[in-house]
C-alpha cells in the first residue's frame, strides 16, 4: 500500500462512514478548520507532512491499517532532516545576518492602471521590509549593528495575496487603493510598522485562510512565534498524562465517558472498549512528549517527572505498569522500531482480553 494523501484521504472517509460521522465532525475532531476540512476532502488541498503524522498518531481515529506506517513516515521526515540539514543551517543563517534586499517602493507614482502587486510593494517598502535570498518577506531589527530578520510571508505573491484578503488594498475599475488606517491598526509612529507585521503574518499562520507554505518557513516562524501553542501543548500533555494515571489506577471502576468533548463526540461513542482508549491515551501521551523534545519546548520540570514516573523512566517501577508497559513493548513509537518478543505479545492480549 502506498501510503500518500489520496490513500490517507480516502481512508479517513471509510472511517467517517464506519463510525457514523459527517466528514466536517471527523475533520474537526483531527483540528482541522471547516474550511480545511472542505479543501482536503474535496482534493483542492493536499495533506501536509505535519497534518499526516497528526492524523496517524491521532488518539481519537487511530486507523489501525495505517498506524504500521507511522514508524516510515517518521524514518522519512528524520532522512529529510538529514538531507537538508545545510539547506536548513543556510536558512536559519538567513535569519541572523545582513544578506536581504529592501523592498522598493513602486516606480508608478499615479494609482491609476497601477497592478496591485504594485501597491503591495510600496505597503512593504513604507515599513522597511526585505526580502531574503529564499523569497521570504522579512522585517528587520538592527542591533549594535547586527541585523536580525523575522519572517513574515513565504513570497511575494502570499504575501500580496493575503494583504487583498485582508481589505488592505484593492482594485476598482482602473484605479488601485489601500486603506491606511486598517494597514496601521489605527495606530501612528513606529507602533504601526510592529502591529502591520503581526497581523499580516497572523493572517498567513491562521489555518482557516489555508495559505500555503513551505515546512522550512513555518518551521522558522514558529522560532518567533510560540508560547501560547507551547502553552498549550504543555497543558495538553499533562492532561493526558494524568489521564493516564488515573485510568491505570482505577481500571476496575473506570468506565468510557459518554460526555461529549468540544466536537460533540464522547470517547464512549468513539472507542469499543475502554482499553482501546486506553492504548491511544499511553501511545499519545509518549508521542506528544516526544514532540515537544523534538521541537526543543521545555517542559516543566514537574511534569517531566510525573511522565518519566508513569513510564517508569526513572529508575523505578511505577505501581501500575504492569498496564502500560505491554502497550509500549509492542507497539512502534519515535526512535528505534519496536521487537516485541512472544511473551510481550502474551502479556499484551492478556491485559487486552481481561479489559
Given at each position: ?107 508608478m507614482t499615479v494609482n491609476v492602471n ?129 489521564n493516564v494515571r488515573r485510568m491505570a ?107
Amino acid at each position: 500500500m502506498k501510503i500518500d494523501c489520496d490513500n490517507l484521504i480516502r481512508a479517513l472517509k471509510t472511517l467517517a462512514m464506519s463510525e457514523g460521522l459527517s466528514q466536517k465532525e471527523l475533520g474537526a475532531s483531527l483540528g482541522f478548520s471547516l474550511n480545511r476540512t472542505k479543501n482536503l476532502f474535496s482534493g483542492r488541498s493536499k495533506l501536509s507532512g505535519e497534518e499526516v503524522l497528526r492524523i496517524l498518531t491521532s488518539r481519537e481515529h487511530p486507523l489501525p491499517k495505517l498506524k504500521r506506517y507511522l514508524p516510515l513516515c517518521q524514518l522519512q521526515q528524520d532522512l529529510w532532516a538529514i538531507e537538508s540539514e545545510n539547506r536548513g543551517a543556510s536558512e536559519e543563517s538567513e535569519l541572523a545576518v545582513a544578506d536581504a534586499q529592501a523592498i522598493q517602493g513602486s516606480l508608478m507614482t499615479v494609482n491609476v492602471n497601477k497592478p496591485l502587486a504594485e501597491m503591495a510593494r510600496d505597503v512593504m517598502h513604507d515599513k522597511k521590509w526585505r526580502v531574503l535570498p529564499t523569497g521570504w518577506i522579512c522585517s528587520v531589527t538592527i542591533v549594535g549593528g547586527q541585523c536580525t530578520y523575522d519572517p513574515i510571508a513565504p513570497d511575494f505573491v502570499t504575501a500580496v495575496s493575503a494583504m487583498k484578503k485582508m481589505g488592505w488594498i484593492w482594485k476598482r475599475g482602473s484605479g488601485v487603493f489601500a486603506n491606511w488606517n486598517k494597514i496601521n491598526g489605527g495606530m501612528s509612529g513606529e507602533e504601526t510598522a510592529g502591529y502591520c507585521e503581526n497581523a499580516l503574518r497572523s493572517f498567513i499562520l491562521d489555518p482557516e485562510n489555508d495559505v500555503s507554505m513551505s515546512d522550512s518557513f513555518r518551521r522558522a516562524v514558529q522560532k518567533y512565534w510560540v508560547g501560547a501553542s507551547d502553552t498549550e501543548e504543555i497543558d495538553r500533555l499533562r492532561n493526558v498524562v494524568e489521564n493516564v494515571r488515573r485510568m491505570a489506577e482505577h481500571w476496575v471502576d473506570w468506565e468510557l465517558s459518554d460526555e461529549p468533548n468540544e466536537y460533540g463526540v464522547s470517547p464512549k461513542q468513539i472507542y469499543a472498549n475502554k482499553f482501546d482508549y486506553f492504548e491511544q491515551e499511553v501511545l499519545g501521551m509518549r508521542q506528544l512528549h516526544f514532540d515537544l523534545l523534538n521541537d526543543g519546548t521545555e517542559i516543566p520540570s514537574d511534569l517531566e517527572t510525573r511522565y518519566r514516573e508513569t513510564f517508569s523512566e526513572d529508575g523505578k517501577p511505577y505501581k501500575y505498569s504492569y498496564r502500560i508497559d505491554p502497550i509500549l513493548k509492542v507497539n512502534d513509537g519515535p526512535g528505534p522500531l519496536v521487537d516485541a518478543s512472544p511473551e510481550d505479545w502474551k502479556r499484551y492480549h492478556a491485559i487486552r482480553d481481561g479489559s
